[in-house]
Structure formats: structure tokens, C-alpha cells
């Protein structure tokens, strides 16, 4: 039996994405296999032909799968990274470090943090707390109990925004304006072996940050499968259409 392989990052979020997409894959009569794979193992994967599509890859920081020869197409959704702030806090215009018991921030996230508090010397003086993705959403619950007030820098999408728990806070970019945008990327060759029509839809297919955190929530919170909450999407259960 002949099949397409779909690449993703082993986490919820990229899970979910692959599983949308595998929807449209298979309603053009095309089987569908995974792969998970580390973020070191994803241009491997895709220069040995381990896999024929990657979802997905943010861009500009991934550019230099570019360099490879493979192709990239489509405009899944625009990644975010802004400080917030717990909406029950009430913090908005003029806030300050002040108002903050630590900065709270993820791995993936933490870089572009860190570029931010060279600028912000104020932002130095609170609690340093890098916390794993999948715990976010549990440990901000656990500061809202506790009474504590949070900077929070997430990337979107994210479980958590499929929740009213966080506001992002004006003046609180982390990107300085860059526009990042997650996409499809198709091996070398792989546009000759297959429908053009498939390829066409996979180009205008579009999910939003919306509907990524939807999806993000019901795999890693709700406890769906990744192709059962991609399902729940595509038939409208998941954001009320």
C-alpha cells in the first residue's frame, strides 16, 4: 500500500496540525503515516525522503530548510509572542515590572525573552521561570489560586489561549514586529509525484491561532487523539462556527 508520510514536532499542538491536515490529504483519496520528530531531526527526515511533508515549519526562523532545495507552500497560521498578563489582574496601558511577582516563560520562548531584557533592565529584577510548555496552562492556574501576578511570554497559539485566563498587554511584542507564519513544506520532488490538485489545497488550506489553540486544548487538556480533535474541528464542534 502506498501512503504519504506527514512530519511533525512531537508535541500537542504540531500533532493536532498534522492531523488537519492529513484530513485534506486523505479526502484527495491519499493514505496517511506520521512521524514524530525532534526539532534537530526534521531537515534529515525531509533531505532522505523520510518524509514527503513537514507540518510545519515557522518561518522566517526555519529558513534555512530553504537552502535545501525543498518547497515550501501554504500560510497555516501566524505564530505570536507577546507578554501577558492574567486577566484577572486587570493589568493593561503603563504597566511595569512593578506590577509583576515573576516572569514566567517556555524554552522555545525564552530567547527572544531574553533579547527583550537587555532593553528592559526593569524586567531583570523579577523571578526567572521557564516552565515546559505542557505545563503552562496548570502552572498559571496554581499562580491565580495563589493570588500571584504573573508576566507571562507564551508562545501563540497555545491551550492557554483557548482560555479567557490571559490578556496580552499593549506594548508587550516580543518580535519587534516580525511577522512569523507557519507552513507546509513538501520534499524535493514530491510536487511531480502527486495531484496538482492536492498541492492546491494544501496551499490555500488555512487553520488561524484560533483554531490551533482549540486544537491544542483538546489534545493536551481535553484528552482527545490528535486525528479526534482535528475531526472535531473539520465538523465544527470545536470553535462554534
Avoid at 513537514?54 to 535545501?68: C, G, N, R, T
Avoid at 499593549?170 to 513538501?186: F, K, N
Wanted: proline share 4%; net charge negative; glycine share 8%.
Amino acid at each position: 500500500m502506498s501512503y504519504l508520510t506527514v512530519g511533525h514536532l512531537y508535541t500537542a499542538l504540531h500533532a493536532a496540525c498534522a492531523s488537519g491536515v492529513a484530513r485534506v490529504i486523505e479526502a484527495n483519496g491519499e493514505d496517511v503515516a506520521y512521524a514524530d520528530l525532534g526539532n534537530e531531526e526534521r531537515l534529515q527526515a525531509l533531505d532522505e525522503g523520510e518524509i514527503d511533508i513537514l507540518v510545519s515549519a515557522w518561518f522566517p526562523q526555519d529558513e534555512d530548510i530553504l537552502k535545501h532545495g525543498h518547497e515550501v507552500i501554504g500560510s497555516l497560521y501566524h505564530p505570536e509572542l507577546n507578554f501577558s498578563a492574567l486577566t484577572s489582574a486587570g493589568k493593561g496601558q503603563g504597566w511595569t515590572a512593578g506590577d509583576f511577582s515573576s516572569l514566567v516563560t517556555t524554552a522555545e520562548a525564552r530567547p527572544f525573552v531574553e533579547r527583550v531584557l537587555e532593553r528592559r533592565a526593569d524586567l531583570k529584577e523579577l523571578p526567572f521561570e521557564v516552565v515546559a510548555t505542557e505545563n503552562v496552562l496548570s502552572r498559571l492556574k496554581q499562580d491565580e489560586e495563589a493570588g500571584k501576578c504573573p508576566l507571562v511570554a507564551v508562545w501563540q497559539p497555545h491551550a492557554v489561549f483557548h482560555t479567557d485566563m490571559l490578556d496580552s498587554l499593549p506594548d508587550g511584542d516580543l518580535l519587534d514586529g516580525q511577522v512569523q507564519t507557519a507552513r507546509l513544506v513538501l520534499r524535493k520532488g514530491f510536487r511531480d509525484e502527486v495531484d496538482e490538485d492536492l498541492i492546491d489545497e494544501l496551499s490555500i488550506m488555512m487553520l488561524s491561532n484560533k483554531v490551533m489553540s482549540a486544537l491544542d486544548h483538546a489534545v493536551s487538556v481535553d484528552g482527545m487523539g490528535p486525528e479526534e480533535a482535528a475531526e472535531s474541528w473539520q465538523r465544527g464542534r470545536l470553535i462554534p462556527r
